[in-house]
Nanobody, 129 residues
């Protein structure tokens, strides 16, 4: 499958904002739903947000709803995660992912990591309180 290269992230104070970007290559980007996951030290990887192949629907975890926004640009083969009002509990390594096989039209179904077959290299986000 394709390659996903992430950028963005870093250190920010609580209440601040960061934007993560993910550039895809080697796949027909517009055919695949995309997602963001994160993993904090000592914790399991968890779902953050997903967006359908067309960008028409999105889905966010309850913990980030209203603060994070996922978007995509199918002309540029990119998917972004805008993170506002960051909290210390958002500290984690963030990963973008492309689904392994086109399945659903609605982003609602894309909360499980098993549905995704290509992963970015991971980006550290650290929120200081």
């Amino acid at each position: 499958q394709g390659e996903l290269v992430q950028s963005g992230g870093g250190l920010v104070q609580a209440g601040g904002s960061l934007r993560l970007s993910c550039a895809a290559s080697g796949l027909t980007f517009s055919l695949y739903a995309m997602g963001w996951f994160r993993q904090a030290p000592g914790k399991e990887r968890e779902f953050v947000a997903a967006i359908s192949r067309s960008g028409g629907t999105t889905n966010c975890a309850d913990s980030v709803k209203g603060r994070f926004t996922i978007s995509r640009d199918n002309a540029k083969n990119t998917v972004d995660l805008q993170m506002n009002s960051l909290k210390s509990e958002d500290t984690a390594v963030y990963y973008c992912a492309a689904e392994s096989t086109p399945r659903f039209r609605d982003a609602y179904y894309y909360t499980r990591a098993e549905l995704f077959g290509s992963w970015g290299q991971g980006t550290q986000v650290t929120v200081s309180s």
